[in-house]
């Protein structure tokens, strides 16, 4: 949806970023702290290399957004932006994605560095908690 990548545009600088959308709740959850964490880096780079994503400027930015935290107004208007795309894609995909970002936003917060063996949602703080409430 052209309307939707050009909403993104506006607030990312560019519209080539646009595979990062689906990681603006992931990096949410991941400073939900005011901070990031070692290992909440690293999922969120797992997760995008999982996905193979060949952008170097959705990769650029990533990097940006975990050396330094989106505002509160981005966010906002990134997981807006998110949702409007959820809703016009088409089903499949569309289910395939909210999936993903589950999973994506469990994996962050379980990625902590509390001393645990076995990530465990239970070791999720109040504010990532929260955050994961909020994203839905």
Request: one cysteine or more; charged letters at 30%.
């Amino acid at each position: 949806n052209g309307e939707v990548i050009e909403k993104w545009e506006r607030i990312a600088g560019e519209k080539e970023s646009f595979f990062l959308l689906p990681f603006v709740p992931l990096l949410q959850v991941g400073w939900a702290e005011g901070f990031l964490q070692a290992g909440e880096r690293r999922a969120i780079v797992e997760l995008f290399n999982d996905l193979k994503i060949h952008e170097d400027e959705a990769y650029n930015l990533l990097i940006l957004y975990l050396n330094e935290r989106p505002t509160e107004e981005f966010f906002t208007t990134a997981n807006d932006i998110l949702d409007e795309w959820l809703d016009v894609l088409p089903e499949e995909q569309s289910a395939k994605l909210r999936k993903f970002l589950h999973f994506g936003c469990l994996r962050v917060a379980c990625a902590s560095s509390r001393i645990s063996l076995i990530p465990d949602v239970n070791s999720i703080c109040r504010e990532e908690q929260r955050q994961l409430e909020q994203i839905g």
